[in-house]
């Protein structure tokens, strides 16, 4: 596609449900990053996939937060027993380092709100 | 160390002004140094970037002046325009490994007519 989308654009959900946030990169990236912004803040890194591997998860916040990547392209943000802390904007970027690339794409990114 | 520091949190400048964004890092392993522009209900997008082996770079209206001695870098926007006004975000990474971005808190932007 032209961009980075990100599905579904909006989500409220009740505090304790299990949600999952869909990213679909750039064609052809192969680095995909997942960011999550608070009110107010900038984005703070959650985890990164190159390829289908997680190469560094060391931004997710407790084993409630998982993510996937099986096929190097659509990824997955799963999360379990939600909390209304968790409410916040969820943003995926991608890149490809291997093209010497250094920016990351950002999609529009997932409003989640726990109620 | 891996804390990026901005400021102002928010900066009111006249049409045809100067925009002055102030931002500051601590790990000196950072060599990749973007600004993005974020308008409300968007993802954040590229506005310019500097790797430190330069002191300035000048893309149209838009300047970055980096410092690495003093670990700063400035964001400059010359004859700013009601259409800058945005948030932006200053942020820091290492070109090699992850290169997860470290993000600034943000500077909201407004431009008067």
């Known amino acids: 596609g032209a961009g980075v989308s990100q599905t579904p654009s909006n989500k409220v959900t009740e505090k304790g449900k299990y949600v999952e946030l869909r990213c679909d990169p750039i064609?052809?990236?192969?680095?995909l990053y997942w960011y999550r912004q608070s009110l107010g803040q900038g984005p703070e890194f959650l985890i990164y996939?190159?390829?289908?591997?997680?190469?560094?998860d060391s931004g997710l916040p407790n084993d409630r937060f998982f993510a996937v990547r099986p096929e190097g392209s659509v990824s997955t943000l799963k999360i379990q027993r939600t909390e209304r802390g968790d409410s916040a904007v969820y943003l995926c970027?991608?890149?490809?380092?291997?093209?010497?690339?250094?920016?990351?794409?950002f999609g529009p990114g997932t409003r989640l709100t726990v109620l | 160390q891996q804390q990026v520091k901005q400021s102002p949190q928010s900066l009111i400048v006249q049409k045809g002004g100067i925009s002055i964004i102030n931002c500051a890092y601590e790990?000196?392993?950072?060599?990749?140094f973007p600004w993005y522009q974020q308008f409300p209900g968007k993802g954040p997008a590229l506005l310019i970037a500097?790797?430190?082996?330069?002191s300035e770079k000048k893309e149209g209206r838009f300047t970055i002046s980096f410092n690495k001695s003093a670990k700063q870098f400035s964001l400059h926007i010359m004859d700013s325009q009601p259409g800058d006004s945005a948030t932006y975000f200053c942020?820091?990474?290492?070109?090699?490994?992850?290169?997860?971005?470290?993000f600034g808190q943000g500077t909201r932007l407004t431009i008067n007519p």
């Open positions: 970027a991608s890149t490809d380092p291997g093209q010497g690339i250094d920016e990351q794409f």
């Open positions: 064609s052809g990236h192969t680095a």
């Open positions: 996939f190159q390829g289908t591997g997680a190469a560094d």
């Open positions: 790990n000196t392993a950072f060599d990749y």
């Open positions: 500097i790797r430190p082996d330069v």
């Open positions: 942020a820091a990474s290492r070109r090699r490994g992850a290169q997860k971005l470290v």
